[in-house]
């Protein structure tokens, strides 16, 4: 079982360039999200998507861009890449969403990719 | 927004030993799951809790649910190396897709 794989695991970029982090599932999931991991603040919300065509921002969606043409696909964006995007992204996928109140799903966390912008 | 705060940030422990580790909520919780994170590694699944009083146990790892304290706690039972890492809690809002987290607490267990 695949799960989720993102792509690339290393990545170093000039400040400026533009890339894509590849996010995958193979395990048909509705619920896709893109976290960043930074040392002393946690995981941080960047965007997430509740079905195919449907995304939405979460709480630092600023520099970043998504898009979900597939249930299978996730793409994060950086336009513009600047120094303060260095960090580890994390993608991660549910049957079913996180919603407080009613029964949820596991999440499931891809094994990170660590972006370092000079 | 809510925030998940967890305590000790850090913990070394003799192996053997049990431990605690907290996460209290500043707004209601409406279900609570713990993660384990190696260094350079993604997020491992421990358990989910949804409800005021569940307890859930996973070989030596214990975690509870206080609804009314807004708080879970995650104790380990006869700590072996292989436990160390970094244990975060998360939690979803009320009505929301959004999964809160922790700023973990990193554990290390000395042989």
């Known amino acids: 079982n695949a799960g989720v794989t993102q792509t690339p695991k290393f990545q170093v970029l000039k400040t400026g360039q533009s890339m894509t982090l590849q996010c995958a599932q193979d395990?048909?999931?509705?619920?896709m999200s893109w976290y960043r991991q930074d040392p002393g603040m946690g995981l941080r919300l960047i965007h997430y998507?509740?079905?195919?065509?449907?995304?939405d921002q979460g709480e630092v969606p600023n520099g970043y861009n998504v898009s979900r043409s597939t249930t299978e696909d996730f793409p994060l964006r950086l336009l513009s890449a600047a120094p303060s995007q260095t960090s580890v992204y994390f993608c991660?996928?549910?049957?079913?969403?996180?919603?407080?109140?009613?029964?949820?799903?596991?999440?499931?966390f891809g094994e990170g990719s660590r972006l370092t912008v000079l | 927004s809510q925030e998940l705060e967890q305590s000790p940030q850090s913990l070394i422990v003799q192996e053997g030993k049990n431990l605690t580790i907290n996460c209290t909520s500043s707004?209601?919780?409406?279900?609570l799951y713990w993660y384990k994170q190696k260094y350079g590694e993604g997020l491992i699944f421990l358990m989910m809790?949804?409800?005021?009083?569940e307890e859930k146990s996973h070989e030596k790892i214990t975690a509870k649910l206080d609804e009314k304290k807004q708080q879970s706690s995650l104790h380990i039972t006869a700590s072996q190396p292989s436990h160390a890492g970094i244990y975060l809690c998360?939690?979803?809002?009320?009505?929301?897709?959004?999964?809160?987290f922790g700023k973990g607490t990193k554990l290390s267990v000395i042989p």
């Open positions: 991660a996928s549910s049957y079913r969403g996180t919603s407080g109140g009613s029964n949820t799903g596991e999440l499931f």
């Open positions: 395990m048909n999931h509705e619920y």
């Open positions: 998507s509740v079905g195919a065509g449907i995304t």
């Open positions: 707004k209601t919780l409406y279900g």
């Open positions: 809790l949804q409800k005021g009083g």
């Open positions: 998360g939690a979803p809002g009320a009505g929301s897709y959004q999964l809160t």
